[in-house]
């Protein structure tokens, strides 16, 4: 079966700091995979998306930034993290298939406080 | 852009009563619309999905949703709550499109509590 793995599940970190979140999915390939981010009071909003290896489409602009260095792995990064960065992050994937009709699986989530 | 309202942020019913949740998104084509729950401590879960054909669709532990597309509406219904049911139940809509990478388009959410 296919399972979905985030880490780390929460992280503290200075404004200015780097930032790396990792998501990887086994039991499936070439899979779909996502980045979302929570933010207090607001519903879960799309980041980045990427269909294939080195292939991320990006949602919104922002601080931050996405690379797909292998087939199941996912990486959310920035350089210089601000207070405006905080919040929960959701790593999914979903099949590819044509219509998008495929539902997304979501891993469990990091909760990052930027101070 | 597609856009998801959903009507309730917080809802507290009791056991036995009936529930529905609102959710209304806005799309000028055709699009596959999602519920999904995330229960206390866990990780978001799909209820159930709504991609063509019949628009009274049914998911996991009783619950169902309807499609009315003249008015955009895709609510979620449970003839019956378990105190169980407590969780934050998300619409979530995307393009059906020929991508096939369409991200989700989720609503804010809805606090769902049952009482005992």
């Known amino acids: 079966s296919q399972t979905i793995h985030q880490w780390p599940a929460t992280l503290v970190q200075p404004v200015g700091s780097p930032l790396s979140l990792e998501c990887t999915v086994e039991?499936?390939?070439?899979?779909?995979l996502y980045w979302y981010r929570q933010a207090a009071g607001r519903g879960l909003q799309l980041l980045f998306y990427?269909?294939?290896?080195?292939?991320i489409s990006s949602e919104v602009p922002q601080n931050l930034s996405a690379s797909r260095p292998q087939d199941r792995q996912f990486i959310l990064s920035s350089k210089k993290l601000l207070l405006s960065d905080s919040g929960f992050y959701l790593c999914?994937?979903?099949?590819?298939?044509?219509?998008?009709?495929?539902?997304?699986?979501f891993g469990d989530g990091t909760r990052l406080s930027i101070l | 852009a597609q856009s998801v309202s959903q009507h309730n942020h917080h809802v507290i019913l009791s056991e036995a009563a009936s529930l529905e949740l609102g959710c209304n998104y806005s799309?000028?084509?055709?699009?596959?619309l999602f519920w999904y729950v995330q229960y206390p401590g866990q990780h978001l879960q799909l209820l159930l999905k709504?991609?063509?054909?019949?628009?009274l669709v049914k998911g996991i532990k009783g619950f169902e949703a309807e499609f009315i597309k003249s008015k955009f509406s895709f609510n979620l219904r449970k003839p019956s709550v378990q105190w169980s049911d407590t969780a934050e139940y998300f619409c979530?809509?995307?393009?059906?499109?020929?991508?096939?990478?369409?991200?989700?388009?989720f609503g804010k959410g809805t606090h769902l509590i049952i009482q005992p």
């Open positions: 999914a994937w979903s099949v590819p298939r044509t219509g998008g009709g495929q539902p997304q699986h």
């Open positions: 039991g499936t390939s070439n899979p779909n």
């Open positions: 990427s269909v294939g290896i080195g292939q």
């Open positions: 799309y000028g084509g055709t699009v596959n």
């Open positions: 709504y991609f063509s054909g019949d628009p």
């Open positions: 979530a809509v995307n393009a059906n499109s020929g991508g096939g990478a369409d991200g989700l388009t």
